[in-house]
């Protein structure tokens, strides 16, 4: 399966800007996605194709994607974004995920 | 809206079959544009893809590698689900089970069900 490396934790003062980073090999050659999930709870999609929103989600999530590594950005961070996140991607038709970051809002 | 609601065991023995059922409201597994995946969590594994079914004048599947000589995913159109079969599980197949949506086969899922806690053990 495709690799793709998170850092286990990022933490970030409410309405500041949160960075979290997937890393894989020419990843800015394939569409990243990410997904949030809160405890007991499904995952939801907050950004596809590297850098859109589905309906629904907050401005305030963006994301990029070039070279090695796509980068997920919450502007303005409020404490309901505090959650695990996940980026994924796709290799010869074989989806793979990141392990995760958790999100800490202090 | 879409809708899945997933069905089966709870609770499956070592060296048996792992079946589990995800119905599908507000879309058609024979969508020409969808695709329709399984992916597990657990605590040592994180998330996984397991594999995917989708319509587009015939039927296809992917499989990830990790579990390909042991999955079978089935499209049901008289009943619009899918089903996922994982055989000869062990302990380290316990997780929790998602199907989920991609709704143009370009990669991202945006519909998921609700999850089914499978523990492998006798």
């Known amino acids: 399966s495709y690799e793709l490396t998170q850092p286990p934790s990022v933490s970030v003062s409410p309405g500041q800007t949160a960075s979290i980073t997937c890393s894989g090999d020419?990843?800015?050659?394939?569409?990243a996605c990410w997904y949030q999930q809160k405890p007991g709870q499904s995952p939801v999609l907050v950004i596809y194709?590297?850098?859109k929103r589905p309906s629904g989600i907050p401005e305030r999530f963006s994301g990029s994607n070039s070279g090695n590594t796509a980068t997920l950005t919450i502007s303005g961070t409020q404490a309901m974004d505090e959650a695990d996140y996940y980026c994924q991607a796709w290799d010869s038709s074989t989806g793979g995920f990141g392990g995760g970051t958790k999100l800490t809002v202090l | 809206q879409v809708q899945l609601q997933q069905s089966g065991p709870g609770l499956v023995k070592p060296s048996q079959t792992l079946s589990l059922t995800c119905a599908i409201s507000g879309d058609s597994v024979s969508s020409i544009s969808a695709a329709w995946n399984w992916i597990r969590q657990s605590p040592s594994r994180g998330l996984e893809w397991l594999g995917r079914?989708?319509?587009?004048?015939?039927?296809?599947?992917d499989y990830a590698v990790s579990v390909k000589s042991r999955i079978i995913i089935n499209p049901d159109t008289s009943k619009n689900q899918l089903s996922l079969h994982l055989k000869s599980v062990t302990p380290e197949d316990t997780a929790v089970y998602y199907c989920a949506r991609d709704p143009k086969g370009w990669g991202y899922m945006d519909v998921w069900g609700k999850g089914t806690t499978v523990t492998v053990s006798s």
């Open positions: 079914t989708y319509y587009r004048t015939k039927w296809y599947n």
């Open positions: 194709q590297d850098t």
């Open positions: 020419k990843l800015g050659n394939k569409y």
